[in-house]
């Protein structure tokens, strides 16, 4: 089998920058919790500071997964909308111009090139450019819809998603001399992000999925969009508040935040669970075991990481210790895996094999890069987590200074650089295997 639509073909160059990025990524990460492990000679941290390697690995994050958004939006597109796409030059330019954004913000990082906002380091011109990649995104999949006159929940979802992803960014470019309401806005575009353009794009994107691999009605995935744009207009801009009681916003703000905010993993969760009570009652195959099974694990560790985790970690009583913490950094990790990591890793698995003309492929090493990853990535938020309670109290709880509480961490983080080149195995394994995928040996054809 191979691509429907010839267009589909401008995702590939996507996916493969995607993921050596997020390889780049992990090599980052790991360098970062070396720091916190052993002392590293002051000539080395002069070079290359803390703030640097830190400002690098979760800008890499943003760009490689953006990337994929991007790539499997022009890959899915042309078959939801029955058409070509409308300019598939112009998907290449905008490939080209942001990679050498995301390039250039990275190497002008090492020489201190940098906004200060932490997550949206990226400096002002290269913002601009940024801005007009976007546009030249929205424009090519915006006229692809509406030439092809064909309107779908899915589509309506992925689009409305990322014209909100597009319009937050733009909370991100002024400065305001206020840094109460610098840091309001700054939060729009963080939380709102993640828990509001994010969540919609991968509603879409797991519905569109699932409706290939499980043959599950249309209807059936869509009724659960339409519950996660209600959670996107009740929770995901209410669930914004649980950052609010930092800036100076009444106590109720975290109440509201906390609570709604846990909710929006939920209807992804429930169309996955809808999908394989689907197959199980008509006793259908499933057109692709990896892909369900990374769209299970993604609904899993998506609830785990941004739900429970989240919930736990943003309760008034427990954030009032915990807020900013290493609580804050074991959240993160599961989240951002669980919710859109492995969101792109189950799109790759389903696409690149049509791209490289696979009817089937060997999906013994994926199974196992997915299994090693989730393994390893849960036990980094242990390991976080137990640091983070270690911090918390040592600090907040008991009062003792900043370096008191990292010489008592330092075990813990000694384990997650074990634990990352862990994760690094799993990684390097999925990137090899996605870009060296093989056909299903003869004997088990």
Same mark, same amino acid.
């Given at each position: 089998?191979s691509?429907?639509y010839?267009?589909?073909r401008? !995702?590939?160059?996507?996916? $493969? +920058?995607?993921?050596l /990025? &997020?390889l780049?990524? #992990?090599?980052?990460?790991?360098?970062?919790?070396?720091?916190y492990?052993?002392?590293?000679?002051?000539?080395?941290?002069?070079?290359?500071?803390?703030s640097?390697?830190?400002?690098?690995?979760?800008?890499?994050?943003?760009?490689?997964?953006l990337?994929?958004?991007?790539?499997?939006?022009?890959?899915?597109?042309?078959?939801?909308s029955?058409?070509?796409?409308?300019?598939?030059?112009?998907?290449?330019?905008?490939?080209?111009?942001?990679t050498a954004?995301?390039?250039?913000?990275?190497?002008?990082?090492?020489?201190?090139?940098?906004?200060?906002?932490?997550?949206?380091?990226?400096?002002f011109?290269?913002d601009?450019?940024?801005v007009?990649?976007?546009?030249?995104?929205?424009f090519?999949?915006?006229?692809?819809?509406?030439? !092809?006159?064909?309107?779908? $929940? +899915?589509?309506?979802? /992925? &689009?409305?998603?990322? #014209?909100f992803?597009?319009?937050?960014?733009?909370f991100?470019?002024p400065?305001?001399n206020?840094?109460?309401?610098?840091?309001?806005?700054?939060?729009?575009?963080?939380?709102?992000?993640?828990?509001g353009?994010?969540?919609?794009?991968?509603a879409?994107?797991?519905a569109?999925?699932?409706?290939?691999?499980?043959?599950?009605?249309?209807?059936?995935?869509?009724?659960?969009?339409?519950?996660?744009?209600?959670?996107?207009?009740?929770?995901?801009?209410?669930?914004?508040?649980?950052?609010?009681y930092?800036?100076?916003?009444?106590?109720?703000?975290?109440?509201?935040?906390?609570?709604?905010?846990?909710?929006e993993?939920?209807?992804?969760?429930l169309?996955?669970?809808?999908?394989?009570?689907?197959?199980?009652?008509?006793?259908?195959?499933i057109?692709?075991?990896?892909?369900?099974?990374?769209?299970?694990?993604?609904?899993?560790l998506?609830?785990?990481?941004?739900?429970?985790?989240?919930f736990?970690?943003?309760?008034?009583?427990?954030?009032?210790?915990?807020?900013?913490?290493?609580v804050?950094?074991?959240?993160?990790?599961?989240?951002f895996?669980?919710?859109y990591?492995?969101?792109?890793?189950m799109?790759?698995?389903?696409?690149?094999?049509k791209?490289k003309?696979?009817?089937?492929?060997?999906?013994?090493?994926?199974?196992?890069?997915?299994?090693?990853?989730?393994?390893?990535?849960?036990l980094?938020?242990?390991?976080?987590?137990?640091?983070?309670v270690?911090?918390?109290?040592?600090?907040?709880?008991m009062g003792?200074?900043?370096?008191?509480?990292?010489?008592?961490?330092?075990?813990?983080?000694?384990?997650?650089?074990?634990?990352?080149v862990?994760?690094?195995?799993?990684?390097?394994?999925?990137?090899?295997?996605?870009?060296?995928l093989?056909?299903?040996p003869?004997?088990?054809?």
């Amino acid at each position: 089998m191979s691509v429907t639509y010839q267009s589909q073909r401008v !995702a590939y160059p996507y996916f $493969v +920058i995607a993921l050596l /990025l &997020f390889l780049l990524q #992990v090599v980052v990460g790991i360098w970062l919790a070396v720091h916190y492990a052993v002392t590293i000679p002051q000539w080395l941290v002069d070079i290359l500071p803390f703030s640097t390697v830190r400002a690098i690995h979760t800008n890499l994050l943003v760009l490689w997964l953006l990337l994929g958004f991007m790539g499997t939006t022009y890959y899915m597109i042309p078959e939801e909308s029955e058409r070509e796409l409308y300019s598939p030059k112009l998907a290449y330019v905008q490939l080209g111009l942001l990679t050498a954004v995301g390039v250039t913000a990275i190497v002008g990082f090492l020489f201190g090139w940098t906004k200060g906002k932490p997550l949206l380091e990226i400096p002002f011109p290269l913002d601009y450019l940024v801005v007009v990649g976007a546009l030249i995104f929205l424009f090519n999949v915006g006229v692809t819809i509406i030439q !092809a006159r064909r309107w779908t $929940v +899915i589509q309506g979802s /992925l &689009f409305g998603g990322l #014209v909100f992803l597009a319009v937050m960014y733009l909370f991100n470019l002024p400065f305001y001399n206020n840094l109460t309401i610098d840091w309001y806005y700054w939060w729009w575009v963080i939380h709102l992000w993640v828990e509001g353009a994010w969540e919609l794009i991968a509603a879409a994107l797991t519905a569109w999925i699932l409706i290939k691999v499980t043959s599950v009605p249309r209807e059936t995935v869509e009724k659960w969009l339409y519950v996660e744009l209600g959670l996107f207009l009740f929770t995901g801009i209410t669930g914004t508040g649980h950052h609010y009681y930092w800036l100076g916003a009444p106590k109720y703000w975290l109440w509201f935040g906390g609570v709604f905010s846990a909710l929006e993993p939920l209807p992804i969760l429930l169309m996955v669970v809808d999908a394989g009570h689907y197959v199980r009652n008509r006793r259908s195959e499933i057109k692709g075991k990896l892909v369900f099974t990374l769209a299970s694990g993604m609904a899993i560790l998506h609830l785990i990481g941004a739900g429970f985790w989240g919930f736990l970690h943003t309760l008034p009583q427990i954030n009032y210790y915990t807020h900013g913490s290493q609580v804050t950094v074991a959240h993160g990790h599961i989240a951002f895996f669980g919710a859109y990591v492995l969101l792109n890793i189950m799109f790759f698995y389903y696409a690149m094999p049509k791209l490289k003309g696979l009817d089937e492929f060997d999906e013994r090493r994926g199974n196992l890069a997915f299994w090693w990853m989730s393994i390893a990535m849960m036990l980094m938020t242990l390991a976080f987590s137990v640091a983070g309670v270690l911090q918390t109290y040592i600090e907040r709880v008991m009062g003792l200074g900043y370096m008191t509480a990292q010489a008592q961490m330092r075990f813990w983080f000694a384990i997650l650089v074990v634990l990352g080149v862990s994760l690094l195995f799993g990684v390097v394994l999925t990137v090899v295997d996605l870009l060296t995928l093989r056909p299903v040996p003869a004997r088990r054809a």
